[in-house]
């Protein structure tokens, strides 16, 4: 038998995402981004295409900025 053991979160680089509005920095609005690995992800307005950051291989979920 063979196992694999993922690692609790990967850096991964935004590929696509929307602009973020002016005004919404102040509350916790959150828009869809893609991934260089093709999976589409919640993030905070404030994050940009290009950046690397950090997603839980449990849930799929934004965890931050790498």
Not at 14 to 37: C, F
């Amino acid at each position: 038998a063979l196992t694999v053991q993922l690692p609790p979160v990967v850096a991964l680089e935004i590929v696509e995402t929307e602009q973020a509005a002016r005004g919404d920095t102040v509350s916790s609005v959150q828009k869809p981004a893609r991934l260089s690995t093709g999976l589409e992800v919640k993030v905070p307005a404030h994050i940009k295409v290009g950046e690397i950051i950090k997603v839980s291989t449990d849930t799929g979920e934004f965890q931050g900025r790498a």
